[in-house]
């Protein structure tokens, strides 16, 4: 069973180390995990070659070794052909790209697994990363989100993550090509609730982000975090619509501890802090702050507001309404701290 990953950012090359690791150990996976990575120079030397030479990522994971048997390769199509497991860890604004690259070159019964953490707004309402691969590729989706900082899953540091999967003939498969003894997992069946907590928690993180550039303590982001738990709930109780919500799902790592540790560490965060302290564009600062890497949490905004909006749902949502008028509309960050202020007691 030949595991492949669609990959060019840290999370994909942590997640390649621990997939390759496993791949290696037991047998019932094929030895080589194939990892796409985008084709670029990285002082004269192709990174795919450095890769594959050095074991090592220099552009997204310097200083961590991956398993000589994760082999880089620039050719999306050549790196999926073979695959039985496909696990997608690429910015969810290339997701569409990328599956129509594709399409015609994997095997059909090939089980998917997205680390996307992003929503997508149709004229239909919300579309969960997932569903748009499904949907365009015809194949089983499982997903897997939790509070995995990409250099601390790399260092082996203990941390727990939660696959999302409805079909319970895949879980046992998919945690043993994921699991190890720092990097426990859970498997869980309510993989849309799984999926939208890993989206929206990077909204409330922006949000954390400027308060701690609005000079605010840890009590403000307590805070922060308490309601943006709240909206995110509610959320997920209105837009998914696989059966009731269960509030147990809320407490595995995709929900609480992913929102702390990013609202505490992690890229939207600082952005957001940035962007109180600099008054530079959200755009201005993903250049020069994240090494080619892309921002998920004001994109996730503006798609859950365009969502929000076609269901007339707005005011209830109100941190989420704030991220997203401060980043795209102009609205001064020092305003973000009145959603809390006015913020619902009970949502």
Not at 146 to 157: D, H, R
Not at 322 to 347: R, T, W
Request: with cysteine; proline share 5%; charged share 20%.
């Amino acid at each position: 069973m030949p595991p492949g990953t669609l990959s060019d950012t840290p999370r994909g090359s942590a997640i390649a180390k621990i997939v390759g690791a496993n791949a290696a150990k037991y047998d019932m996976f094929e030895t080589t995990v194939n990892m796409w990575v985008f084709e670029e120079m990285v002082d004269g030397r192709k990174l795919t070659e450095i890769i594959n030479t050095d074991h090592e990522n220099v552009k997204y994971l310097p200083g961590h070794k991956l398993p000589p048997n994760v082999r880089a390769v620039p050719d999306l199509v050549e790196s999926v052909k073979a695959a039985d497991i496909l696990i997608f860890v690429v910015p969810h604004q290339f997701i569409l790209r990328v599956c129509d690259t594709i399409k015609d070159h994997i095997k059909k019964d090939v089980v998917g697994m997205s680390l996307i953490k992003g929503v997508d707004a149709s004229p239909e309402g919300l579309k969960l990363i997932s569903e748009v691969i499904r949907g365009k590729l015809g194949i089983t989706m499982t997903v897997l989100m939790g509070a995995n900082i990409a250099n601390e899953v790399a260092e082996e540091k203990f941390c727990e993550t939660t696959i999302g999967c409805k079909d319970k003939a895949y879980g046992p498969v998919l945690k043993q090509l994921m699991q190890t003894t720092n990097f426990r997992v859970t498997v869980v069946d309510e993989s849309d609730v799984v999926e939208i907590c890993g989206a929206l928690k990077n909204v409330v993180a922006v949000g954390a982000g400027f308060c701690d550039g609005l000079g605010f303590g840890d009590n403000t982001k307590a805070a922060v975090i308490r309601l943006g738990l709240m909206e995110m709930i509610a959320f997920a109780k209105v837009f998914c619509s696989d059966g009731p919500v269960s509030p147990a799902t809320f407490l595995e790592s995709c929900g609480i501890a992913d929102l702390i540790t990013t609202c505490y560490g992690g890229r939207n965060r600082k952005i957001g802090e940035a962007f109180a302290k600099t008054g530079k564009t959200i755009e201005q600062l993903e250049n020069e702050l994240l090494n080619g890497q892309k921002l998920q949490g004001p994109a996730t905004a503006a798609e859950v507001h365009q969502i929000l909006e076609q269901k007339n749902m707005l005011q209830k949502f109100p941190l989420f309404t704030a991220v997203y008028q401060i980043c795209f509309n102009g609205h001064p960050v020092s305003e973000f701290i009145k959603c809390l202020q006015d913020h619902p007691e009970h949502m």
